[in-house]
């Protein structure tokens, strides 16, 4: 086990009616907010007039962005960072999911700074401070609700990029998973894809001696996959979206982390999908993930093992490692398809004739990963086997 540090300061208010708390953190602490949140599903659900009743007992000013898109884009993050620099707003507050939360953080990054905001992005500029983000959460996906990170999109030039900082982790979240009870089945199963992913991006290490977050990586993935199935048979199921909604946020605080190298490939390469074909996150994730492992399985088969015998039960009497860790892989890519995600570019309708411009993209500030370190034709040979 490494070393390490761990800051986890999100106050997190959980469960059914939970949106009744925000006056309350609110009050005598932010005099004017920002409500920040997506193209206006919100409106539809009850959640934004539920939202608005809270802000206004609390007393606040408030202003309003509308408009995040999935792969939150850079031009409204810089129409946020006027909006708040302009009407000395002091707390930024994301409603909606991952999408609506990272581009919450960065505009909270940018209206902390006379700096131009994708400097950070590109690593010109180091961290220092952001305001405030507070989160009304409404898809279970991401994690963004309590990590350290924001990733942004540049439509300019389909750049995808992140920025992780401690100061980016949100106040406080409000969860109540009646808000997730109307999403549809794609956004739902793409949210447990992208929990799922961040478990597997701290799980599979070659960091010796970490039993402890090794069973709590492997609790999490058999909790979201047995909930998943559940979700698959009965959409209304409050406790099976209470325990994903519960999941995403600790696969993504750095929990499951402690102690270990974390690995990261696998989102990279899934981002350069994203940007150049605006393609779901969990989706890319549920892309490339089954092709990541099949290519770097050899190079730790214990971990992957450990997968296989610990998450599916997978028998290894008279089976060579090799033999069980590829059983595993393929129990996870089958458990993908039987929740309606796509595992292979094909089937996702994603075009095959930019493998040599992503990869390129995926290793601008160099090669990637930590399980195997991948240049630019290990990347090519993952979109391959994504085919």
């Known amino acids: 086990m490494k070393n390490f540090s761990f800051y986890s300061p999100t106050?997190?208010?959980?469960?059914?009616?939970?949106?009744?708390?925000?006056?309350?953190?609110?009050?005598?602490?932010?005099?004017?907010?920002?409500?920040?949140?997506?193209?206006?599903?919100?409106k539809k659900n009850g959640v934004y007039d539920g939202t608005i009743d809270e802000l206004k007992k609390a007393g606040v000013k408030f202003f309003e962005l509308g408009g995040v898109k999935p792969n939150p884009r850079?031009?409204?993050?810089?129409?946020?960072?006027?909006?708040?620099?302009?009407?000395?707003?002091?707390?930024?507050?994301?409603?909606?999911?991952?999408?609506?939360?990272?581009?919450?953080?960065?505009?909270?990054l940018g209206a902390a700074t006379e700096k131009d905001i994708w400097d950070y992005f590109l690593g010109k500029e180091r961290v220092k401070d952001a305001l405030p983000v507070g989160v009304i959460l409404t898809i279970p996906a991401t994690g963004s609700e309590a990590s350290m990170g924001t990733v942004i999109t540049n439509e300019e030039n389909s750049l995808k990029l992140s920025v992780n900082h401690d100061v980016l982790r949100p106040v406080f979240a409000i969860m109540d998973p009646t808000y997730t009870l109307s999403l549809p089945e794609n956004q739902t199963f793409a949210g447990v894809m992208d929990i799922l992913s961040h478990v597997f991006e701290r799980y599979f290490t070659n960091t010796p001696n970490v039993d402890f977050t090794d069973y709590l990586?492997?609790?999490?993935?058999?909790?979201?996959?047995?909930?998943?199935?559940?979700?698959?048979?009965?959409?209304q199921d409050y406790s099976a979206r209470a325990e994903i909604m519960l999941a995403g946020t600790f696969a993504h605080n750095g929990l499951m982390g402690l102690g270990r190298q974390d690995d990261w490939a696998s989102h990279i390469i899934a981002h350069q999908l994203s940007a150049l074909y605006d393609t779901t996150h969990g989706v890319s994730l549920a892309i490339i993930f089954p092709a990541w492992m099949k290519y770097v399985y050899k190079d730790n088969l214990e971990i992957f093992n450990?997968?296989?015998?610990?998450?599916?039960?997978?028998?290894?009497?008279?089976?060579?490692?090799?033999?069980?860790?590829?059983?595993?892989?393929?129990?996870?890519?089958?458990?993908?398809?039987?929740?309606?995600?796509?595992?292979?570019?094909r089937e996702g309708n994603i075009p095959r004739d930019e493998f040599f411009r992503m990869a390129e993209m995926a290793t601008i500030n160099g090669p990637i990963g930590a399980l195997k370190v991948l240049n630019r034709e290990d990347i090519i040979n993952i979109y391959k086997l994504a085919e």
């Open 11 to 42: 106050m997190i208010k959980f469960g059914e009616g939970s949106i009744t708390k925000l006056n309350t953190i609110l009050m005598g602490k932010y005099k004017r907010v920002l409500l920040h949140y997506g193209r206006g599903s919100i």
């Open 306 to 345: 450990k997968f296989a015998l610990n998450v599916f039960n997978i028998s290894d009497a008279g089976k060579p490692k090799e033999r069980v860790a590829l059983e595993g892989i393929e129990k996870f890519q089958s458990f993908l398809m039987k929740i309606g995600l796509p595992t292979t570019l």
């Open 217 to 235: 990586c492997e609790g999490t993935i058999k909790s979201v996959i047995k909930n998943a199935y559940s979700l698959k048979k009965e959409s």
């Open 74 to 108: 850079l031009s409204l993050v810089r129409e946020g960072i006027k909006i708040v620099k302009d009407n000395s707003i002091d707390l930024v507050l994301a409603v909606g999911g991952g999408s609506v939360i990272d581009s919450a953080k960065a505009i909270a």
